[in-house]
């Protein structure tokens, strides 16, 4: 945390004096974004994409300087970085924003959409726009959501075809009570812990396996971590948000605001775009590596076995409207 409090103190010292400074006499003003994924993940190309079209139609008095890998602090930081103002930008999965909106939590249910289309279309229309409208309530402006992709289970034992083939494996899954309890539905061994403490558990094979998006596996080359084993279970759409600090709307003028708003709207088509793309390659490169991936599974059987996780949820009545929109 020292860390952390040490890199937003500078990042908020620069922004003083880059707030200060000016080209051709116009003030020029500087935007910290953060993620906590890699230089070439979607999160950071589609922000990349966002900074080059804000800097061309502001003529250079927008600049936003991007900064992966939890530079500025985990997902969870972030969120309250940009609630404070430490951080003016920030794209994060869903989960982590469960712990300032509670709603966000219905979002991480497993097998709760049927497919992409469907959870892009629930989320950019109303059940999106009220979750947007909440993230107001803690000073923070929804721009767009973007996405992780799909999360898919791998492991060092066997191949996953059914609920029974999960029961009696050890998984490091997400530090998530909604995916800890589905996971102990499901006959598995949950092991939450750190995706740094994660990688040494799954090389040392303290845990069978884990889930994630295609991207991550790939990335991390999970097949040199005894991961021989990939099933396409799209457990749980990974939703990510576009958000921006109202502290960092405030300080622009009026018509900078506007351009930053309208083209961070556009942004999570773009990035989600880039997931597909990238996940074709990646899918195909974890085969070439000798991964064997079950591609088709009978979800309805899964679902049925985490049925109780559903009747946990907090907000009973945003979950039906979301199971009712498919």
């Given at each position: 945390m020292k860390k952390f409090v040490c890199i937003v103190g500078l990042v908020l010292s620069f922004a003083l004096l880059s707030a200060c400074t000016s080209s051709n006499e116009r003030e020029q003003y500087v935007l910290y974004a953060g993620h906590s994924l890699a230089a070439d993940h979607p999160f950071e190309l589609s922000m990349q994409e966002l900074k080059q079209r804000v800097e061309e139609r502001t003529d250079g008095r927008v600049i936003i300087e991007t900064f992966p890998l939890s530079q500025l602090g985990a997902e969870r930081e972030l969120i309250e970085g940009a609630m404070l103002g430490s951080v003016d930008m920030v794209v994060s999965t869903s989960g982590p924003i469960m712990n300032f909106v509670s709603d966000f939590a219905v979002l991480d249910l497993p097998f709760l959409f049927n497919d992409r289309e469907t959870a892009v279309n629930i989320l950019e229309g109303e059940i999106g726009d009220e979750m947007f409208e909440q993230l107001r309530d803690i000073g923070i402006i929804g721009l767009s959501w973007g996405?992780?992709?799909?999360?898919?289970?791998?492991?060092?034992?066997?191949?996953?075809?059914?609920?029974?083939?999960?029961?009696?494996?050890?998984?490091?899954?997400?530090?998530?009570?909604?995916?800890?309890?589905?996971?102990?539905?499901?006959?598995?061994?949950?092991?939450?812990?750190a995706w740094t403490e994660a990688l040494t558990a799954l090389q040392s094979g303290v845990v069978d396996g884990q889930e994630n998006p295609i991207l991550v596996i790939d990335s991390y080359k999970l097949y040199d971590a005894n991961q021989k084993h990939m099933t396409l279970t799209g457990h749980a759409y990974s939703s990510a948000v576009f958000m921006m600090s109202?502290?960092?709307?405030?300080?622009?003028?009026e018509d900078l605001r506007q351009i930053v708003l309208e083209e961070g709207q556009k942004i999570g088509a773009y990035e989600r775009q880039l997931v597909i793309d990238m996940e074709q390659k990646a899918l195909a490169r974890l085969e070439e590596q000798g991964m064997e991936v079950v591609d088709t599974i009978e979800v309805n059987a899964f679902r049925?076995?985490?049925?109780?996780?559903?009747?946990?949820?907090?907000?009973?009545?945003?979950?039906?409207?979301?199971?009712?929109?498919?």
């Open positions: 996405e992780n992709g799909f999360r898919h289970v791998t492991n060092s034992i066997k191949p996953i075809e059914t609920p029974d083939d999960l029961k009696g494996l050890s998984m490091r899954v997400q530090e998530n009570k909604v995916f800890i309890s589905a996971f102990k539905e499901l006959g598995v061994t949950p092991s939450p812990m109202e502290h960092a709307y405030n300080r622009l003028p049925e076995k985490i049925m109780s996780v559903y009747d946990s949820a907090k907000n009973q009545k945003l979950l039906q409207r979301i199971l009712n929109e498919q």
